[in-house]
């Protein structure tokens, strides 16, 4: 599986984003896709994932009722839609894939497939 992550970029507390991960390779009924992100000296976190074939999501705590994981499957692409960021939503967010009960104990742990980050950051 091949991740590629897009969408970041600067934005004032209170705005919006859209972060897309596009997947290619090989696809499987049981796959997740999920975003994690990471704050420099800290450790990569889970934000939400999506199982591939029914959409069932899940989110941590911090950012439920704001964000909103999707997919596409005609376009093989993931999307997080955040709404009402706030500044300690500052991260570079990560796209990954793995099973999707590897995704949803919301650990990096056993997570096989990265892509590259993005930088989001929520001005004050």
């Known amino acids: 599986v091949q991740l590629q992550a897009s969408g970041g970029g600067l934005v004032q507390a209170g705005g919006s984003l859209r972060l897309s991960c596009s997947v290619s390779?090989?696809?499987?009924?049981?796959?997740?896709v999920g975003w994690f992100r990471q704050t420099p000296g800290k450790e990569r976190e889970f934000v939400a994932t999506?199982?591939?074939?029914?959409?069932?999501?899940y989110y941590t705590d911090s950012v439920k009722g704001r964000f909103t994981i999707s997919r596409d499957n005609a376009k093989n692409t993931v999307y997080l839609q955040m709404n009402s960021l706030k500044p300690e939503d500052t991260a570079v967010y990560y796209c990954a894939a793995d099973f999707v009960c590897v995704l949803a104990t919301m650990g990096t742990y056993g997570v096989d497939y990265w892509g590259q980050g993005t930088q989001v950051t929520v001005s004050s």
């Open positions: 999506i199982s591939w074939s029914i959409g069932r999501t």
């Open positions: 390779g090989r696809t499987f009924s049981s796959l997740g």
